[in-house]
């Protein structure tokens, strides 16, 4: 079972979906071309994800080496924290794409809400009841 790197949007795509992101993953094969393209939007700002933590990590190792720092440290670490800039800079993209596709689905289920008939249940049966008799 593989594990799956988490994003700040991963609540929000499972409530504008209304299934957990396990659940339409699996089911991905029989999902509509919208809901298609907002997973396979998740699964690349998943991916970004990953790439932020494993160079953010690598920073952290070349920063806590144990050396003498001179120049060829500190153009290692530059080096490093371009990379770590880059990779939240597509992140950044990424997740501004899949925002704007959840709040387009969460738009679409708004309006479908209000233009919905606002009964939604049996109606109700009056009932009369009769006094109680005095003895």
Sequence with gaps: MSTMTLTRQDARLEAALGQS???????????????T????THR?????ETAVSFQR???????????RVDDAVLDEL???LEK???????RDVLEA???RLLQAREEAAKRKATE???????????VATVPARRR
């Design 21 to 35: 992101i396990t659940a339409l993953t699996a089911a991905q094969a029989r999902m509509d071309a919208e809901t």
């Design 84 to 90: 770590l800039e880059e990779a939240a800079e597509e």
């Design 97 to 99: 794409d899949l925002v």
């Design 78 to 80: 530059d080096a490093q």
């Design 44 to 48: 690349a700002l998943v991916a970004a």
């Design 57 to 67: 990590v690598r920073l952290i190792n070349v920063a806590a080496a144990q050396r």
């Design 116 to 126: 919905a008939p606002q009964a939604t249940g049996p109606a109700p049966v009056p």
């Design 37 to 40: 393209r907002v997973l396979d």
